[in-house]
């Protein structure tokens, strides 16, 4: 034991005296984490995701009052918080825009629309998306089809008034006052007939749970969501490149050595991968107060967080043993785990939510560790407790004690055959 | 650079070029990691258009009065894959719980006739895509909208409506950056830099620490034919990569690489040297390979996300979008959706290709500059 | 620790032998080593010598003979063994991390030293190597020769009583190398047993006591220096370099009494004389005989010139 602990120490000595190799592990995450905070999540005080501003470039061929309603609409003070609007002159002024300058989309009011539509007769708006955009256009589409859905209201709402709207908008029947006075008093009484239920809409779409909590139930906290999965993958980097320690050893000479001591070669292999073990929970500590006070992820109850991180520094430490029994080099050592650690994370959930993934990917995802260890720390992020946790904390205590102790094992197989 | 210059720095590059091939690593990493990449990714962002998607949706009915099931319809002709929950049932929970859940209270349809106001109460779990969110309110919207004023107005189907709107793609190319077509040139962009920046920065490092540089250096080797070799090896390696990738990309993932031959290789020259200028640059600043390929990875990561690699780029922040100009990535990236999204040709990628030359040119010069046979 | 000759020997190597794959490293080589002696363990690069300490030092398993220290198996898995034993390999096997005074007292732990004994010895090493005003500084600022004294520090810091030393002045001055022959031989001198591997010939002739010419896994010889040079012969080696025909030099060697030859191949050749006569004798029909020779050297017999009876070729190669 003695032994074991006199190994184990001078390895956390080393590493602390060297930390550069720690850092670097742990820059990874943070700096993969940091660009998708940017990219993803606009802190609102609540961590929940903002939706990005839709920048639309308007060309108005028909410029009617009706199409300048169009116009109007979009660039009152809530629209223009929610989208970014460019008149154009022409087309061709509208395409290059759109390539040039990043736009998601060109709308085009055609000539005749609002003559068309105060005839109610059919009409198109013609939308032209960037096709170097994947999101933008399409959210720039579906917010076209509403204003589409409301204007094909507002003619049938007007109905065959509609064309004696057209003529005032002409300039004909301002004198006949009679008239006059009957339109927008039919007009009045069928607005009124229908604010009621549309001015505004009387059904309301509600999100649930209460916006000034972060990571409440019920509603998509990116960063809660996204920092595990980050936290996960730096605990793999960082225990592979302790345990790579083992064939440095060996380059150095090292190794060797400590095998010619009076301590027993697994003894030797069991202070390493202790040393991995610590060197990984020392990790685990600095990223999760790095999520609480950079990120600002809530980790619920301290002690279902210890137990979670326990088991979760068991499997990662395990995995690297078990990796490192089965390459025979440094270059191997690296290729094989940083790959393998960016694959397990990706199917794992870190970057795409399991419920995107087709079927047989998510039972691909449960063999990884990521996968367990990603839901391990979402119960908790999410506002779970043990009981939510507890299945993950089983597989994850199974997969910790399997992998570890067939690490150690084969490599003390393969000091038997002296290919250490 | 002289007369005899040429075949010393080929037999240089020839000499990288051989050690990076021979290594297996490295061609694990340089040829076979990317496409593992690509294809999970790939499949993962595709189908990635929610309006040709149909999302699912889990629709918690409190009551089922007639508004409440023309509500029903009226998400399906939305598009949404809905699955009804009837009076008295539960949601499902743990595992089996619905990315999205609507609740239709009890009393809906009185509430309605009432003029009151009533609210749906639309929870998204935790593994909900997000991509989804916007899509699902604003067909959650539409779909509200319509029954309301189908109520208000005695009857308004879709096909009462008088608007209607033509969409279409802008360009030549008529192709979606959706799936493989985000991910594989995203992909290309970002492991050749990381092959350039992680194997051709902790060569150079690895060559000064073994004295290797210090041979070349005392052979009759001017310092600009001695850069000149090593950047070409670097970019050798990285044809062969842009090569696999452009094969793999028309043959197994079946993407259209454009209509511009001409454009897409000067664009992935232009940006093949800039990454192997970078990478010489990266092996000069650090004493250790470690650490040469371990800053490189981090800083080829950050790279990548700003350049719009791994993300499309308009869902950033208007100022992050501008930021990644800064880098050559987000020129390369952009040159790649104008040749392939926009289906542009040369004129269109001509000012990318200047830039990345000169990112190039001032990594190069710098790492000429900085270039020290020993520590 | 014992200070007197015989009796137990500190090493006893029996008719080990061990292969990687089909390859015989090492074929039933045998030699003892006693407490106060410094037994030399030469031979080329790849004649088995490193496999030899391997198997000494519990690394590796004897595929058939037996290894005892101090009576003791060397490969029983307790490692009491190892206990007395202590290692200064060829690589400079520390870290780079960690000060000198750091290093000494990990390796001390390992050998069963704590608390102040582990103090009192790490600094006994360091003083012993010079390095006692560098305690505190990390490996990595020391240059090679400070590198390899504190290598020797760290092989001596639990006072072994046998040694185990592998080519541990490879690739330093010869500053460095005279500070870590003097400490060798104090420890020597102090009853240790040390069990050196070298094939730096003229390093071994002054420092061992006992040698053993190793060549292809085997022992050619084992012997004190003077032992070993007598077996090439009483008297002067001379060694010629010219346009030598083989048969040529044969039938001339033939002719002159007392004198044999030890090797020749094209363009050099080597002959032991039995005393200075046949020496001049030899000489005499040498350059009678119209060969046309660029250089010749009279010399003592040497191990070199034994490693080349032994083998054919000269250990350089």
Redesign the interface.
């Known amino acids: 034991m003695k032994s074991i602990l006199t190994l184990t120490a001078k390895d956390l000595r080393r590493r602390l005296a060297s930390p550069a190799g720690l850092i670097l592990s742990l820059t990874i995450p943070l700096a993969m984490g940091g660009m998708m905070l940017l990219a993803f999540g606009r802190m609102t005080g609540t961590g929940q995701r903002d939706v990005p501003q839709l920048r639309l470039v308007v060309v108005d061929q028909d410029e009617s009052p009706i199409s300048g309603i169009i116009t109007g609409a979009t660039q009152n003070p809530e629209a223009a918080e929610r989208m970014h609007i460019e008149r154009a002159a022409s087309r061709e002024e509208g395409e290059r825009l759109l390539r040039d300058q990043d736009f998601a989309a060109l709308l085009i009011i055609p000539k005749g629309f609002g003559e068309a539509l105060l005839g109610s007769q059919q009409v198109e708006l013609e939308l032209v998306k960037n096709p170097a955009q994947r999101i933008m256009p399409v959210a720039a589409q579906q917010i076209t089809e509403v204003m589409a859905l409301y204007l094909s209201g507002a003619a049938r709402l007007l109905g065959e008034d509609g064309l004696k709207i057209k003529q005032l908008f002409e300039g004909e029947g301002w004198q006949d006052t009679p008239a006059l006075t009957s339109l927008v008093t039919v007009m009045r009484d069928r607005i009124t007939s229908v604010s009621d239920l549309l001015f505004p809409p009387l059904i309301e779409v509600g999100t649930g749970g209460s916006e000034s909590d972060e990571g409440s139930p019920g509603g998509f906290n990116f960063i809660s969501w996204m920092y595990p999965g980050m936290i996960v993958m730096g605990l793999m980097f960082t225990g592979l490149d302790q345990m790579k320690d083992l064939l440095r050893e060996r380059e150095a000479g090292t190794l060797r050595r400590q095998l010619a001591a009076p301590v027993s070669a697994r003894h030797v292999l069991i202070g390493k991968v202790l040393s991995v073990a610590l060197v990984a929970a020392i990790a685990q500590i600095i990223l999760v107060v790095i999520g609480s006070l950079v990120f600002r992820v809530s980790w619920g109850d301290p002690l279902a967080l210890a137990a979670a991180s326990g088991l979760i520094v068991l499997a990662v430490t395990g995995f690297a043993a078990l990796l490192y029994s089965l390459v025979r080099t440094e270059r191997q050592g690296d290729a094989f785990g940083g790959i393998l650690t960016m694959v397990m994370a990706m199917l794992g959930g870190a970057f795409v939510p399991l419920q995107v993934m087709p079927e047989w990917l998510k039972s691909v995802s449960q063999l990884t560790v990521n996968h367990w260890c990603n839901e391990a720390l979402r119960s908790l992020t999410s506002g779970g407790g043990w009981s939510e946790m507890a299945p993950y904390l089983g597989v994850l205590a199974g997969m910790g004690v399997v992998s570890t102790a067939a690490g150690v094992l084969l490599l003390h197989r393969r000091h038997m055959r002296g290919a250490l | 650079m002289r007369l005899g210059s040429l075949p010393l720095v080929l037999s240089i590059a020839r000499q990288d070029l051989r050690l990076t091939l021979r290594?297996?690593?490295?061609i694990?990493?340089v040829f076979?990691?990317p496409f593992?990449?690509v294809f999970?990714?790939g499949?993962?962002?595709r189908p990635?258009?929610?309006?040709k998607t149909r999302i699912g949706l889990t629709v918690l009915q409190q009551e089922t009065t007639p508004m409440a099931e023309r509500l029903v319809e009226g998400l399906r002709a939305e598009n949404f894959d809905v699955k009804t929950i009837p009076p008295g049932g539960s949601v499902p929970t743990g595992d089996e719980a619905p990315?999205r859940t609507?609740t239709i209270p009890a009393g809906f349809q009185e509430?309605?006739a009432q003029?009151?106001?009533?609210?749906?109460?639309?929870?998204?779990?935790?593994?909900?895509?997000?991509?989804g969110?916007?899509?699902v309110?604003?067909?959650?919207?539409?779909a509200?909208?319509?029954?309301?004023?189908d109520?208000?107005?005695g009857g308004?189907s879709p096909g009462?409506?008088?608007?209607?709107?033509?969409?279409?793609?802008?360009?030549n190319?008529?192709?979606?950056?959706?799936g493989y077509y985000?991910t594989i040139p995203g992909n290309l962009v970002m492991f050749v830099l990381i092959a350039a920046v992680t194997y051709g920065a902790s060569q150079i490092a690895t060559e000064r620490k073994n004295g290797i540089l210090r041979r070349l250096s005392a052979a009759p080797l001017r310092k600009s034919e001695l850069i000149a070799g090593k950047l070409l090896g670097r970019v050798a390696v990285a044809l062969v990569q842009v090569g696999v990738f452009l094969l793999i990309g028309l043959t197994i993932f079946r993407i259209s690489w454009g209509t511009s031959p001409a454009g897409l290789v000067l664009l992935l020259a232009a940006y093949l040297l800039s990454a192997a200028a970078i990478g010489l640059l990266g092996g000069t600043l650090f004493a250790s390979p470690?650490?040469a390929s371990?800053?490189g990875?981090?800083v080829v990561?950050?790279m990548a996300?700003?350049g719009g690699c791994?993300?499309?780029?308009?869902?950033?922040?208007?100022w992050?979008?501008t930021a990644a100009y800064i880098f050559p990535t987000g020129w390369a990236m952009?040159g790649l959706?104008?040749l392939l999204?926009?289906g542009g040709g040369l004129r269109e990628v001509g000012l990318h290709c200047a830039v990345l030359a000169l990112f190039a040119l001032g990594a190069g010069a710098l790492a000429a500059h900085r270039l020290k046979p020993v520590a | 620790m014992s200070t007197e000759k015989g009796g137990v020997p500190a090493l006893k190597v029996c008719e080990v032998r061990f292969s990687y794959g089909k390859a015989l490293a090492v074929d039933g080589v045998s030699f003892e080593v006693h407490p106060g002696e410094i037994f030399g363990l030469l031979g080329p690069n790849g004649a088995g010598k490193t496999t030899t300490i391997s198997m000494i030092s519990g690394l590796l398993p004897p595929a058939s003979g037996q290894v005892l220290i101090f009576g003791q198996e060397a490969s029983d898995g307790s490692g009491r063994s190892r206990a007395r034993m202590g290692v200064v390999p060829q690589d400079i096997a520390l870290y780079e991390e960690l000060t000198a005074l750091e290093n000494l007292r990990f390796w001390g732990r390992l050998y069963g030293l704590a608390g102040e004994a582990l103090e009192k010895s790490c600094r006994r090493a360091l003083e012993q190597v010079g390095l006692s005003d560098r305690s505190s500084e990390r490996l990595g600022k020391f240059s090679g020769g400070l590198k390899r004294r504190l290598n020797l520090a760290a092989g001596l810091v639990h006072a072994p009583d046998l040694l185990l030393m592998d080519e541990p002045t490879v690739g330093i001055d010869p500053q460095a190398r005279l500070h870590i022959l003097d400490v060798i031989k104090g420890e020597a001198n102090a009853g240790r047993a040390v069990l050196y591997t070298s094939h730096y010939l003229e390093e071994a002739e002054q420092i061992c006591d006992r040698l053993a010419i190793m060549d292809h896994g085997k022992v050619l010889a084992v012997g004190t220096v003077a032992e070993l040079r007598r077996l090439v012969g009483e008297g002067p080696v001379l060694n010629l370099r010219g346009e030598i025909q083989q048969d040529r030099l044969s039938s001339l060697g033939a002719r002159v009494d007392g004198v044999s030859m030890i090797s020749s191949s094209d363009g050099v050749a080597s002959f032991s004389a039995r005393d200075a006569a046949a020496c001049s004798a030899l000489v005499r029909e040498l350059f009678g005989s119209g060969i046309k020779l660029e250089d010749l050297r009279v010399q003592e017999p040497s191990l070199q010139s034994l490693f080349l009876k032994l083998t054919g070729r000269e250990l350089r190669d």
């Not at chain 2, 009462?160 to 360009?171: E, F, K």
């Not at chain 2, 190319?173 to 959706?178: E, L, N, Q, T, Y």
């Open positions: 290594d297996r690593s490295s694990f990493w076979i990691a593992i990449w999970l990714f499949t993962l962002t990635s258009d929610p309006t990315a609507l509430s309605i003029r009151r106001k009533v609210q749906l109460d639309l929870r998204e779990g935790k593994n909900a895509n997000p991509e969110t916007f899509a309110q604003v067909a959650l919207h539409k509200s909208v319509r029954l309301l004023a109520e208000a107005l308004f009462d409506d008088t608007v209607r709107v033509r969409a279409s793609y802008a360009g190319a008529r192709i979606v950056p959706s985000q470690d650490a371990g800053v990875i981090v990561l950050v996300a700003m791994w993300w499309p780029a308009e869902v950033m922040p208007r992050l979008q952009n959706h104008e999204s926009w």
